[in-house]
């Protein structure tokens, strides 16, 4: 099993960076696949971006490429989602999320975080 703990998210204008961080506990942390999500009241999760074990594989939602950039540091058993040029449609609870299978829908994913609130101001 593995636990996450998201954090960095927060408020901040449009046109604004932040980068979130996903902790993870437990060992081998390189043998999971890692995406993150969001979602908005009423809406369903919606994927953002995924990256293989290694990294070797990464993934984005249309909507936030060229913008959000997924990163991991196996050593230090964290994964980020470095996020520029916000937009006020980026507001969300944002999940990381882990898997020993690669996948680019929530349901592949057994493992979640808390989550961790972003808000952009227009």
């Known amino acids: 099993q593995v636990q996450l703990v998201e954090s960095g998210g927060g408020l901040v204008q449009a046109g604004g960076s932040l980068r979130l961080s996903c902790a993870a506990s437990?060992?081998?942390?390189?043998?999971?696949?890692m995406g993150w999500f969001r979602q908005t009241p009423g809406k369903e999760r919606e994927f953002v971006a995924a990256?293989?074990?290694?990294?070797?594989?990464?993934y984005y939602a249309d909507s936030v490429k060229g913008r959000f950039t997924i990163s991991r540091d196996n050593a230090k058993n964290t994964v980020y989602l470095q996020m520029n040029s916000l937009k006020p449609e980026d507001t969300a609870v944002y999940y990381c999320?882990?898997?020993?299978?690669?996948?680019?829908?929530?349901?592949?994913?057994?493992?979640w975080g808390q989550g961790t609130q972003v808000t952009v101001s227009s």
């Open positions: 999320a882990a898997d020993s299978h690669f996948g680019l829908i929530s349901v592949a994913y057994d493992y």
């Open positions: 990256i293989s074990g290694r990294g070797g594989e990464i």
């Open positions: 437990g060992r081998a942390f390189s043998s999971y696949h």
